[in-house]
């Protein structure tokens, strides 16, 4: 699997911006696509995640009702929809896929691929 993040840039406090993650594989099935994001000095930290099969969704209560992720199963490619961006939005994103069953991972160790990472800054 290979996964390509882009999107990324610059923001301004209260705007918008979509990462997109585009994504290869011969079958996705059950995969978990998750994003991902790190600031300077911080760990890395979990975002939002959604079920490539079913496209159930799920979030960390740090952006729930601000990011929205969708997947479109055609090109295919995982988006991140950020609203209402603040400056400690600021960090380098990442998206991940998870090839196993089971609840949703929030955990960087449980995803087994990984994209490069695309910057987002976000100004005040």
């Known amino acids: 699997v290979q996964l390509q993040a882009s999107g990324g840039g610059l923001g301004q406090a209260g705007g918008s911006l979509r990462l997109s993650c585009a994504a290869s594989?011969?079958?996705?099935?059950?995969?978990?696509m998750g994003w991902f994001r790190q600031a300077p000095g911080k760990e890395r930290e979990f975002l939002a995640a959604?079920?490539?099969?079913?496209?159930?969704?799920y979030y960390a209560e740090s952006v729930k009702g601000r990011f929205t992720i969708s997947r479109d199963n055609v090109k295919p490619t995982v988006y991140l929809q950020m609203n209402s961006l603040k400056p400690e939005d600021t960090a380098v994103y990442y998206c991940a896929a998870d090839r196993r069953l089971g609840i949703f991972p929030t955990s960087p160790g449980q995803y087994d691929y990984w994209g490069q990472g695309t910057e987002v800054t976000v100004s005040s």
């Open positions: 959604v079920r490539w099969s079913s496209g159930s969704t």
């Open positions: 594989a011969r079958t996705f099935g059950n995969y978990v």
